[in-house]
């Protein structure tokens, strides 16, 4: 715990919410616009979720998503020939945005366009593209993504279901082999989609090929499975019961040779496999690669719901007194109080910094998948990239979501604010497209193997061989923690010495970013030294894995959390001077500074923190905690979250 | 990240489940196992709170509540005379086990014969208990317990509702006297309750004499509200729908001088005001003191709860394999992964330790209510045990049932197991019977005070001056911190001196408890310091307090949890040597060294651990998961959560 500070506190922040906006808003403001425009015609879709029946919220949410269709909004990442808005950035911006209101509808929004769309146009050819996108994009046709299996989650390569190749009829079988090989948790699959994307083994002449993805009808005109197709309904979910979930079993349904995705491989009339990927690893991830938008999404949509839970409980904060008649007449509110500022304005202030990454991050998207960055490296590091901010965007929106609740006490339990649907809702974030811990360990890979050329065909047995046969130059060539230490010595009074304990550079984001870089360096090294020495020792590679798991995920997390920093202080740097950054460098400083203090026993540890330099940092949170404290309400007023979308005005007054 | 660990293991541990099942059980074992019988029957309620309307379900619940009754289950704590069964242990015991079924029959049960049934008993006479208890006990009478008001949570001396003495009738008469005043999230009241014991500031002949009770009717025989009497609905809320919280407001309405629930004051026909009690404060407290058994009871079913949501956790990691096809065959579960043990089993651990210290807790409010343990002290030191216990034990079900569901994957996300109900009925455990930080807050006040005689008086601001007004000697005498110092280095080789980065004494639970009792004792001193500075230096006594409070929150938690420790670790003391003493004596490190592990930075910070040793910590932490690994099918099998309460078997397997 810390003592009080003595320092005057630099002036007084002001804000102006609009131009906080814009800046907020960026390169896709006028998407953005629209869709916040839209969504108040929808808000009554918050309170459907909790009065109607399962089987009518999804008719409600499937209209709603129809209806978002016929304005252009949900078709944006699309080619304009098929209708499309031809601008993938857009596409994210209006997901995104659309995150502010009813998340069954925003993830329905995600299955049709995102997931199943997304696929015909990434894994199809023009005659996928002419066949379906149009109908796609204008909602005309309903679909699915079959990809999960109930035995097969995360390792996707191991699906059960088959698709094996009949040259006497040029169809594909396509069939579930097993029960585990059961599509599961599939949305749209139990009552909306006539037409499935399945991913199954490939077989072609007895031979395996791997998993690729074909379009086959499961539903006819009038709703019902067809012949072969055998369909089950995931029940009642935690949350988003506005899409229906199901399984999908197959029974030897014959689709025609032309149904087979073959943007990447191809099987001829007579039986033959072909693909200008020779590896299967390779082509396997150069398929899955394509799918890297859903990611984007969901990362996106967590850092939408914190912004709306945020918004709450500061609100809430701002005129909910807790002991109102304390004798000194001092009537505080609850957002006077220290520890209720040290509770909700570090989140706040991650939740900025989440943004500036998620800018970052569907740039990088968009140049890829319009072709401006056409390099391989410029794909892993967009793939490396969208897993772990989506990791991170989802856990921040579990545990905002979570402290905003609780910051709002028994009012916070009420449906009639945002809370329960938010919870509920945005829960299955951290492991759908990708359970976070996989997508950790998937951001690790690349870091360790320098993405390597055979990055994509290691498995987490693959990793440990691969690094374990590197030579030991080679790993600590790759630990630049040496450089970076001399580095963050030069950053200090007194190099790093004796005046360590001062509180020089606490405010300055070279030595932020510093400290995040060595961190992040000297856990890689460690993985990579502990993994090599594991197997040196004897022990096979699952134990080594299990053993230095938790260093693995720790690295890939310190990779991602730099990455996050970087991205907020550039914005800074590129912000003119004034006002405007003037905040957002306080709130820079107070995301790099309680990521630090987070994991301030590392540092110590390691010799990177002094304890008087520890408590420093505890000190100078609390300090710009006070400091953000009478801006609070425009911080989260320049998120723009659509008035109508709040609810409950009571508990959270007027604005600001 | 910490180093494999090249100790030898200690012996294999084995565990007999239905003697730790027993020893789990303890004094209560026949009430637990009696309640464990009974609700497999009404394991279709758990499917009813997700298929029938609210109106429906709220009927269903109240049923059950009825039905239980008539057993005699929810009655234990009641005067036999009433039938009741006399036996206040074994009530919270019985309540405890009914935490493994549907909460919202749970919280009803609380409702009705906790919080209504509880507050007749504990503040009324003879009077009330003839006119009322029996009928309570049997389930004919439904009544609320009306508190908290919509602007009034934490701060109930604040209430806004009143209850003026009219001697011309004898009467007296009860009002809502603004807005805010209004009770709110009141249990029972939208539906049920025919009675209301009304919380209300009492006047008599034009003074006012602070918070007291009364009996008010609420509903006719037919439910509909009495007149003078608005009832409204508190909607939706994010779980318990079972459950009918509602809001009363009252306009007027009158009700005989003998409704006054007298046991503390009374007011005599003509108009006077009597008590034996003649601080008002003091008065106040004591009345609120008698309704600790609320806070005693949430906090065991948090534990419950976090029984629950481990057992189908731990079930699943012991059935689910990640990634099947690994080509040296070794198919690991979940929960061979380091990681999955480590998110998993310092839970299980906690759960363990917060079991045995709800049991010391549960002794202490039996011993205290029957008569056994008389003395002011006994009662302020339950009172503060119930509030610490509750704090920590509804955190760490927010925090277990969280982690376990997200160890699940999608799964997890599926009404059909118990995760979704868990984590929305559980949600508001952190709020409701006190909201944690405000019962921190008055644990942290107790330490500080020292629990002098006018405790219970003081707000935040107030405990602020009663700190600030202390002689230092009293201050620093009363932080046993230099002692406990020398105490850690008596533990230690080398007298903690150049020998301390080492492992020895890692396991000793005395190391342990020198480390915990150091931390509380530092954190309180340094609080009493922080306040006393803080004053001295001219702020006022909010600021001061606004700026220290995370300090003081940090205090109490550090106070309870070595409260958690001790318990433990007297059991496993008490425990005879063999196999079950040697499960949970892992157990128990397992628990002291996260709980070390997890505040490292503080230890390091206050020169009780050098890196090397923080790092063999947590090493340690490791080595314990793995030495448990092996028996954590047993130790979850151990709770006896009835298999129909699970659901979901083809997720979980057919046990350990």
Redesign the interface.
């Known amino acids: 715990?810390a003592?009080?500070s003595t320092n005057d506190l630099p002036p007084e922040l002001s804000v102006d919410v609009p131009a906080l906006t814009d800046l907020l808003d960026g390169r896709y403001a006028e998407i953005r616009r629209t869709v916040r425009e839209m969504l108040p015609a929808y808000a009554s879709v918050l309170e459907d979720a909790?009065?109607m029946t399962r089987a009518d919220f999804r008719e409600r949410v499937k209209d709603v998503v129809l209806e978002m269709a016929g304005t252009g909004a949900t078709g944006m990442g699309f080619p304009e020939e098929y209708d499309g808005g031809g601008d993938i950035g857009a596409s994210i911006a209006a997901f995104e945005t659309l995150g502010y209101g009813d998340l069954s509808v925003l993830v329905k929004v995600g299955v049709q366009f995102g997931l199943f769309g997304g696929a015909i146009l990434q894994l199809g050819t023009k005659r996928h593209h002419d066949a379906y996108l149009a109908d796609i994009v204008n909602g005309r046709l309903l679909g699915c993504f079959a990809m999960?299996e109930t035995?097969?989650?995360?390792?996707v390569q191991?699906l059960g279901t088959v698709a094996t190749y009949d040259p006497e009829t040029s169809e594909f079988v396509v069939t579930t082999t097993t029960p585990s090989a059961g599509k599961?948790?599939i949305g749209n699959a139990a009552a909306h989609a006539r037409v499935a994307v399945v991913f199954a083994q490939l077989e072609v002449g007895g031979e395996g090929h791997g998993v690729h993805a074909l379009v086959v009808p499961v539903r006819d005109e009038a709703g019902d499975p067809l012949p072969g197709v055998r369909v089950e309904d995931?029940?009642?979910?935690?949350?988003l019961n506005g899409v229906d979930n199901g399984r999908l079993w197959f029974d030897g349904v014959r689709v025609p040779r032309e149904a087979l995705l073959n943007r990447f491989a191809d099987v001829t009339e007579d039986g033959t496999y072909t693909s200008e990927i020779e590896s299967p690893g390779r082509r396997f991830f150069t398929m899955l690669g394509t799918l890297v938008q859903g990611r984007v999404s969901v990362g996106a949509a967590g850092i939408s719901a914190s912004k709306v839970a945020l918004t709450v409980a500061i609100r809430y904060a701002l005129q909910r007194r807790?002991?109102?008649?304390?004798?000194?007449g001092?009537e505080?509110l609850l957002l006077?109080?220290?520890?209720h500022q040290?509770r909700l304005l570090p989140l706040l202030a991650r939740t900025y910094a989440l943004h500036f990454a998620q800018e970052v991050l569907t740039g990088a998207l968009h140049d890829v998948f319009s072709g401006i960055d056409t390099d391989e490296e410029s794909r892993r590091l967009l793939e490396s990239r969208a897993a772990g901010t989506k990791a991170l965007a989802t856990w921040h929106a579990?545990r905002s979501i979570?402290e905003s609740?609780?910051a709002c006490?028994?009012a916070?339990?009420?449906?009639?604010n945002r809370?329960?649907a938010l919870?509920?809702d945005t829960?299955?974030f951290?492991?759908?497209e990708g359970?976070?811990?996989v997508l950790l360990q998937l951001v690790a890979k690349g870091l360790l193997t320098d993405y390597a050329s055979d990055f994509e065909d290691l498995?987490?047995?693959g990793m440990v061989r691969f690094v374990a046969g590197l030579a030991v130059e080679t790993v600590l060539e790759r630990t630049k923690a040496h450089q970076l230490l001399e580095q963050i010595r030069d950053l200090l009074p007194g190099g790093g010495g004796d005046d360590w304990d001062t509180d020089a550079g606490l405010l300055d984001p070279a030595y932020h970013l510093a400290m995040l870089r060595f961190r992040e360096e000297h856990?890689i090294g460690?993985?990579a030294r502990?993994l090599k020495r594991?197997v040196d020792s004897g022990m096979?590679?699952?134990e080594v894995f299990?053993?230095?798991?938790?260093?693995v995920?720790?690295s890939a997390r310190a990779h991602v959390e730099r990455e996050v920093l970087e991205a907020f202080v550039d914005k800074v740097a590129a912000t003119p001077e004034g006002p405007l950054r003037d905040v957002l460098n306080a709130l820079c400083d107070l995301y790099a500074l309680s990521v630090i203090e987070a994991d301030?026993?590392w540092f110590?540890?390691?010799?990177r923190l002094t304890?008087a330099r520890?408590?420093a940092i505890t000190r100078e949170v609390?300090d710009l905690c006070r400091r953000l404290r009478p801006v609070a309400g425009d911080l989260v007023a320049a998120f723009a979250v659509p008035e109508p979308l709040l609810r409950a005005p009571d508990l959270i007054g007027g604005g600001r």
Chains 1, 2 share one sequence.
């Open positions: 715990m003592e009080e909790e009065t999960t035995g097969h989650g995360s390792n191991a599961d948790y995931d029940g009642h979910k935690m949350g807790q002991f109102e008649a304390t004798d000194e001092s505080e006077d109080y220290g520890l040290r579990t979570q609740r609780e006490g028994g916070g339990y009420l449906a009639v809370f329960a919870k509920a829960d299955v951290t492991t759908f359970d976070n811990h498995d987490q047995l856990l460690g993985v502990r594991g096979n590679a699952g299990s053993r230095v798991q938790d260093h995920i720790a301030r026993a110590l540890e390691h010799g304890s520890s408590k609390g």
